[in-house]
Nanobody, 121 residues
């Protein structure tokens, strides 16, 4: 099985920064894309940013220029640096990874348990 564990969430004032981390562990042959999603109270889960195995990135328009995704393939880890945070960024942030557990198996999508980010005004 594969587990994703996020860390780094917390309470921060508007304008502040946080860095989220997500470590994938378990039986892993390769990780394709990794991504961060978020879900605010009363809203559906939305894609924040993603990164491919070749380090191509994609960002939601609302976070462009403020958030940066990166990954360390040797550590099976993806990061999300969040700067200039706004109260509307308050949400549970979820890590997502498309993982191949063996070369003969298809890739599956796994999710972390989420980490709360709260931005006060």
């Amino acid at each position: 099985q594969v587990q994703l564990v996020e860390s780094g969430g917390g309470l921060v004032q508007a304008g502040g920064s946080l860095r989220l981390s997500c470590v994938a562990s378990g039986r892993i042959f390769s990780i394709n894309s990794m991504a961060w999603y978020r879900q605010a109270p009363g809203k559906s889960r939305e894609l924040v940013t993603s990164i491919t195995s070749g380090n191509s990135t994609n960002y939601a328009d609302s976070v462009k220029g403020r958030f940066t995704i990166s990954r360390d393939n040797a550590k099976n880890t993806v990061y999300l640096q969040m700067n200039s945070l706004k109260p509307e960024n308050t949400a549970v942030y979820y890590c997502n990874a498309v993982v191949r557990r063996a070369p003969t198996l298809p890739a599956y999508t796994y999710w972390g348990q989420g980490t709360q980010v709260t931005v006060s005004s």
